[in-house]
C-alpha cells in the first residue's frame, strides 16, 4: 500500500471523530442511561420524600402511643393511691349527712351556700347529702359549717373510714352524741345503709328514678333563691346567714 493512501485529511479527520461523538451520545440516551425512577429515589412523582414522610408518621403513631400509656398509668395509680388512702382511713370510703328535712332540694341549697360539695337525695325520713370530700377530717368539717350556717338544725355525719362507720350528731357546729351502726340505720332512711357500705351509688338510686340535686349546679343566688322558696326567709327573722 502506498504512504498517501494511509494519511488522511484534515476535513476527513474531523468528520470520523465527528461520527464517534455522535456515537457516543446515541449510547448514553437509552434506556440503559441510569436514570434514576421515582420508586428508586423513595420520592413520589411531586419530588416529595415518601420514605421521610412515613418516618414522620410512624414518629407521630408512636408518640401518641407514648403520651396515651402516660396518661392511663396515671391515672391507674391515681386509682391506686385513693384506695390505699381509704385502706388505711385517711379518706373516708363514703359519708352522707343525715337530716330531717322534707326537701333534697333545700338541703343542696343550706349546702351551696355552707360551702359544701354534696349531692343531695330526699326520703320520708328526711333529706340525705353525700359529700364529694372524704379527705381527712373533711366531713367533720362539713357537719360543723352546715350546723353553724343553718343555726338550729341537726344532723348527723355518718362515716365510713376502713370499713368502720362511725354516726355522730352534730348541732350549733359541735359533735354530740354518737350511735352505734344498728341504732342509726333503724332510724336513718332505708338507702342510707346500702350506701354507706358501698352496695348501691346514688346513680343507682337516680336510675330508680331517685332525684338528685347536685350542688354543683346551684350557685349562690339560686341557693337563697330556693331557701326563699321553702322558708319565709326576707319577710322576717332568719337565723339563715
Known amino acids: 500500500m502506498a504512504d498517501d493512501d494511509l494519511h488522511f485529511s ?6 470520523a471523530l465527528d461520527g464517534f461523538e455522535k456515537e457516543f451520545e446515541g449510547k448514553g440516551s437509552g434506556s440503559g442511561d441510569g436514570s434514576a425512577t421515582p420508586g428508586d429515589t423513595g420520592k413520589d412523582a411531586d419530588g416529595a420524600d415518601t420514605d421521610g414522610h412515613t418516618a414522620d408518621h410512624q414518629h407521630t403513631d408512636e408518640h401518641g402511643d407514648d403520651a396515651h400509656g402516660t396518661a392511663d398509668s396515671a391515672e391507674a395509680q391515681g386509682g391506686f393511691d385513693d384506695e390505699l388512702q381509704e385502706l388505711i382511713g385517711n379518706k373516708a370510703k363514703s359519708v352522707a349527712l343525715v337530716t330531717r328535712l322534707a326537701s333534697a332540694e333545700l338541703l343542696a341549697a343550706f349546702c351551696q351556700i355552707s360551702d359544701i360539695a354534696a349531692r343531695c337525695i330526699g326520703s320520708d325520713n328526711g333529706a340525705v347529702a353525700v359529700l364529694k370530700s372524704k379527705n ?8 360543723r359549717d352546715l350546723t ?21 350528731l352534730y348541732l350549733q357546729g359541735e359533735a354530740g352524741e354518737q350511735f352505734a351502726p344498728p341504732i342509726f340505720f333503724a332510724s336513718a332512711p332505708s338507702f342510707v345503709e346500702d350506701l354507706m357500705l358501698g352496695i348501691v351509688s346514688l346513680d343507682d338510686l337516680a336510675g330508680d328514678g331517685a332525684r338528685i340535686f347536685d350542688t354543683a ?5 339560686q341557693a337563697m333563691a330556693v331557701i326563699a322558696k321553702h322558708t319565709r326567709f326576707g319577710r322576717g327573722k332568719s337565723s339563715i346567714q
Do not use: F, W, Y
Open 217 to 221: 349546679a346551684m350557685d349562690h343566688d
Open 148 to 168: 353553724t350556717v343553718v343555726s338550729g338544725m341537726a344532723v348527723i355525719l355518718a362515716v365510713n373510714r376502713a370499713d368502720k362507720l362511725e354516726a355522730t
Open 10 to 15: 484534515d476535513d476527513e479527520l474531523q468528520a
Open 136 to 143: 381527712g377530717d373533711a366531713p367533720e368539717a362539713a357537719a
